[in-house]
């Protein structure tokens, strides 16, 4: 049970870690293209960080319809 919980808690770690660089990788992208990367940068890491959850939450409902198997 405990495995469980602490399971849940890496995958929203990396939930959070794969928006932030998908984020960064977005904001320098449009950063550079128009050559205002000091104002898409933080833009990027901000929308990146909103997607960490969603991408983890996405991750758990795919672990709990596996599990059911």
Sequence with gaps: MNENKNNRKNRGAS???????IGIAVGTAIGAATQNLGLWMPIGLAVGLCLGPVLSR???DDDDHTDDK
């Design 15 to 21: 939930g959070q870690a794969i928006g932030m660089c």
């Design 58 to 60: 996405n991750r758990e």
